[in-house]
């Protein structure tokens, strides 16, 4: 029998409950930043099960700014699908191809995007992808408790200035509590936080599938091909074909109704028969692994925050996978979330600052699963017997990626208006509050880095050539307000290979972007303004939550 005893007390910064890619990443930000933080996760390892495939280029950035991008590139799976692109129809693998997704929507993941970012996707499985951070977090000195399960936990510390958590042990049955100022929930689409918080998750069920992942040679039937996917239409099988290593590793999602199809019907033979049909060889050798179950759903928590708790991932949104947007968008809600509570920590922010994590997260993050949600209504087109145009509401790729826009307490109030676009998506931010800092090709002492490459653990104050009041003014507002303040100068500690750089963040030669650490702009001055200081100043109050409506 388990033991039930109890030990002393553990103090920590913040306690992230969930191992998984959301709560790893949100556990690697935070140690960047310095923040002490432990990590507790139920099951005593990371699922070894392939499952979501690909980062895409706003997730690779935040990798980039964690230290991980090349370990990331040099994963088995990233490595063998690194020319692999394209999605195709065909009634089975070994027949001929019905038609591609070929839509304006759609930026291929080996497109050059170049002018855009520093980097660009990573087909990376999802578990190699969290090996990765899991080895970035230990590096990084975090605390990581797998086979910890979290029991309950309350907010009612002295003045509401604590969490207090208990845990226990799943492998001796120890309880402890454990008291953090603050919890970090990524335990996933059931979230037993989220549930515990009352915090409503309402959304919709798109359908419901198991993934079969299988071994069998299947390279006379690809005949060379290197897509991402394929799509099966036949009389035997509906689903969806994705090769892991573009020979004989693969995963076979199958379309399936819980209803009339319980899971256990789903038998090794069973599953070899659908996957011989979904290949179009009757005969074929296949060795079943794993056959899992998932539902594909659409839904968004109606708050991110209860307290001092914080949602992240999929305990805050789920979405379909088409598009690949939902790991991607757990790992932006970590960074998000990181650099704030970090400040907070720090004594250099106020706590209202916190409140701007659902202001930013929940809008562009609802966004985001309709779009997953319209691409994967368009994807019954495929079949080829729909021939109407595509959605009209569906936003390009790019601007899912990489052009949404914030509209916060923190954020200085939008400056010329709201730029054609959809909803929170624009493709005309250039340097924008509340956008993403835009990528800049800059030398600094001799080397070649992006613009991004200068955020990460304090804010940025980028000016243009001219700025020596700028660099006075930072030094007094850091100096009264108690903040670090990084400041670089265009055409003096920086150098814009390209000479992009009025045109991309909207200023002149005497101009000035205040940048978060996060990367997104907090406030820009076009042109040098009569009182530089007092205007810093007023606009590092907002940034960190000081701002009071006048």
Known sequence: MLSTTRSTLRNVDVLVVGGGLAG??????????????LLVERQPELSGHPRARGVHPRAMELMRAAGVEQEIRATPSARLLADNSGVVTARSLAEPELGTLD?????????????LSPTGWALCHQGELEDVL???????????????????????????EEVTARVRDGATGTEREIKARYLVAADGAHSAVRQSLDIPFDGEVL???????????LTEQLAGRRFLMCYTFNERVRGALMPLNNTDEWLLHIVYDPESEPLESFTPQRCADLVRAAAGVPGLEAEIISASPWESAARTASSFRGGRVFLVGDAAHVMPPSGGFGSSTGIQDA???????????????????????DEERRPVSAATVEQAVLRSKDR?????????????DIVEDALVWLSWRYSSSTVSPWDEGLPAGHGVWSAENY?????RAPHLRLLKGGSEISALDLFGDRPVLLTGPVNRPWLEAARAVSHELGVPLAVYGMGSELTDIDDRWPELYGVTAHGAVLVRPDGVVA????????????????????????????
């Open 380 to 392: 019954v087109r495929l079949d080829g017997r729909e021939r109407e145009p595509a959605h009209p």
């Open 335 to 357: 960074h998000n979330l990181a650099w704030k509570l970090s400040a907070v920590i720090d004594g250099w922010a106020d706590p209202a600052l916190l409140d701007s994590y």
């Open 523 to 550: 406030w820009r001055c076009g042109d040098a303004p009569v009182f530089t200081r007092n205007t810093l100043r007023s606009a590092m109050e907002r940034l960190l939550g000081r701002h009071e409506e006048r």
């Open 431 to 435: 340097g924008r509050p509340g956008s």
């Open 103 to 115: 839509e304006k929507y759609v930026m291929d993941v080996q497109a050059d995007i170049g002018l």
């Open 24 to 37: 790893l990443s949100t556990a690697v930000f935070l140690a960047q930043q310095g923040v002490d933080c």
């Open 134 to 160: 899991r080895g970035r977090a230990e590096r990084l000195g975090v605390a990581l408790r797998f086979n910890t399960e979290l029991l309950s936990f309350d907010q009612e510390g002295p003045e509401g």
């Open 207 to 217: 359908g419901h599938y198991v993934n079969v992942h299988f071994r069998a040679d």
